[in-house]
């Protein structure tokens, strides 16, 4: 079963058809929230899309924690248009963290996570399942990061629940974008 409501494959306004275009050749695709949401409501979504990456470039945290910690709670959350969508980014653009990202499911006792790490995890995962956090969780985290990168944390762990609720609400899945992309690097090699 796809998404509820009808993928739009050409959209309205120019705006939109250049998103289109511009996704369509970073990605291979159009992505399937853009085409059902955005579409549909672009002034909300694209807004909203451009306001979160331009604050998460001026984020004080490394990419690589901001990066896991938008991972862990997508899969807290089982969004698996984000999950395959991080998986892609890391993929494409930081092939060095791929070791620790596939061993976020074991973050917990992977010697590739320093105890800092783990403590933004663990705060990500008991924040995004209770919506609360208990003192002794945040005063693990404030031993290792700064007030405004705990700030940051819970910016990253609730705007990712945002995407994660969209797609869910509209039963948005996988658009593959991990398996596109090892085809077009597998045809690369054999070029």
Same mark, same amino acid.
């Given at each position: 079963m796809g998404p509820y409501l009808q993928p739009i494959e050409k959209p309205?306004?120019?705006?939109?058809?250049?998103?289109?275009?511009?996704?369509?050749?970073?990605?291979?695709?159009?992505?399937?929230?853009?085409k059902v949401g955005s579409a549909r409501m672009p002034f909300a979504f694209l807004s909203w899309n451009f306001k979160i990456s331009r604050l998460d470039k001026k984020?004080?945290?490394?990419?690589?924690?901001?990066?896991?910690?938008?991972?862990?709670?997508s899969r807290?959350?089982?969004?698996?248009?984000?999950?395959?969508?991080?998986r892609?980014?890391?993929?494409?653009?930081?092939?060095?963290?791929?070791?620790?990202?596939?061993?976020?499911?074991e973050y917990e006792t992977s010697p590739l996570f320093t105890e800092g790490e783990r403590a933004a995890l663990d705060y990500a995962v008991e924040l995004t399942r209770t919506k609360h956090v208990e003192p002794e969780t945040f @005063?693990?985290?404030?031993?290792?990061?700064? @007030?405004r990168e705990i700030c940051e944390i819970a910016w990253i762990v609730a705007s990712e629940h945002v995407y994660n609720i969209?797609?869910?609400?509209?039963?948005?899945?996988?658009?593959?974008?991990?398996?596109l992309s090892s085809?077009?690097?597998?045809?690369?090699l054999r070029a």
């Open positions: 309205h306004g120019l705006r939109l058809r250049l998103v289109y275009w511009l996704t369509r050749r970073m990605l291979g695709k159009v992505p399937t929230p853009l984020l004080e945290l490394p990419q690589a924690t901001a990066q896991f910690i938008r991972e862990i709670v807290t959350n089982a969004c698996l248009f984000c999950m395959d969508s991080q892609w980014f890391v993929l494409n653009k930081a092939p060095e963290n791929l070791a620790k990202f596939d061993a976020l499911p @005063e693990r985290l404030a031993r290792f990061y700064s @007030e969209q797609n869910h609400a509209a039963n948005i899945g996988s658009d593959g974008l991990c398996e085809r077009e690097r597998s045809s690369t």
